[in-house]
Nanobody, 123 residues
Framework: QVQLQASGGGSVQTEDSLRLSCGAS????????VGWFRQAPGKEREGVSC???????SYRDSVKGRFVVSRDVAKDTVYLQMNSLKPEDTAVYFC?????????????????WGQGTQVTVSS
């Protein structure tokens, strides 16, 4: 049984930083594409960033230059470093795992989803 777990959320002030972590059991994250998504109250879940199994990365425009997705191969963990946070970044953040290869922001390509971690940014 595959389980993903996103962690590292919290309540911060504008311009603060957080680092989210995504770990898994029953699946080797190093071998698959991993995506970060977020969902704010009343809004659709949207792709934020992703990293392919080949290291390819992608970001939505609103987080480019502020967020960085990376892998720790030794720990089989994917991180989302979020800097210069803004109130509009407030959402529940989810990590998701797809198959090997490049990543993208289509939710349909991801087979496994974690429970999510709340990020709240206050002005």
């Amino acid at each position: 049984q595959v389980q993903l777990q996103a962690s590292g959320g919290g309540s911060v002030q504008t311009e603060d930083s957080l680092r989210l972590s995504c770990g898994a059991s029953g699946l080797i994250l190093n071998n698959v594409a991993v995506g970060w998504f977020r969902q704010a109250p009343g809004k659709e879940r949207e792709g934020v960033s992703c990293i392919g199994s080949n290291g390819f990365t992608s970001y939505r425009d609103s987080v480019k230059g502020r967020f960085v997705v990376s892998r720790d191969v030794a720990k089989d963990t994917v991180y989302l470093q979020m800097n210069s946070l803004k109130p509009e970044d407030t959402a529940v953040y989810f990590c998701a795992a797809a198959g090997p290869g490049v990543c993208g922001f289509s939710r349909a390509m991801y087979d496994y989803w974690g429970q999510g971690t709340q990020v709240t940014v206050s002005s």
